[in-house]
């Protein structure tokens, strides 16, 4: 009996641990998330993913295009060679509607935290590579200009994911991404 009381108890912390971090969205609908969207805000838990204009997650995204096979695909642009370029990221879908599988910069998962579909969009990408897994996330909008209660849920979340590192877009870098 004794066992019992205590494997419950320590089954209950660790379930109640894991609810104050942010999960994929289950109910996502990559059809309303098509179209233009603008990086407002990024964040890293590794400073060398984000700290220079051709770091490897510096992306600034563009577009999101829903396939007919329920995969997204992701049009980004971003520093490469001194030049601006256009790319084309494949998010395959998975068993969960808002998590997908990457192949940028290497094996990743990108997960859509949370949207309203119309105004904002809280993504990211969570690296496996060992030795430590690294996360970047970006405060997507419609328009480039910074909402400033998405941006407090934003800065939450990054806090619930231990992420301290961040750069927030003004309304004109926003607008004048990196363009090809």
């Known amino acids: 009996m004794k066992c019992l009381l205590l494997a419950l108890s320590v ?13 994929p969205m289950e109910d996502l609908d990559v059809q309303k998330v098509a179209g233009t969207w603008y990086s407002v805000a990024m964040a890293a838990s590794d400073l060398a993913l984000l700290s220079t204009q051709s770091a490897p997650l510096r992306l600034y995204v563009q577009e999101l295009r829903p396939t007919a096979q329920g995969d997204m695909e992701i049009m980004v642009h971003r520093w490469e060679g001194g030049r601006c370029v256009e790319k084309k990221i494949l998010a395959e879908r998975t068993e969960c509607a808002g998590k997908f599988n ?23 990408v969570e690296g496996a590579a060992a030795p430590a ?13 910074v909402d400033p209660a998405a941006m407090e849920q934003f800065e939450r979340t990054l806090r619930l994911l231990s992420i301290h590192i ?13 363009r090809v």
């Open 102 to 124: 990457i192949d940028y910069p290497e094996e990743d998962r990108l997960m859509v935290l949370d949207t309203d579909y119309n105004n904002f969009l809280f993504a990211c």
């Open 133 to 145: 897994r690294s996360r970047a996330c970006q405060y997507l909008a419609r328009t480039p200009e």
């Open 11 to 23: 089954a209950l912390v660790c379930g109640t641990q894991d609810t104050g971090v942010p999960q």
């Open 166 to 178: 961040h750069i927030i877009l003004t309304p004109t870098q926003a607008e004048e991404r990196c």
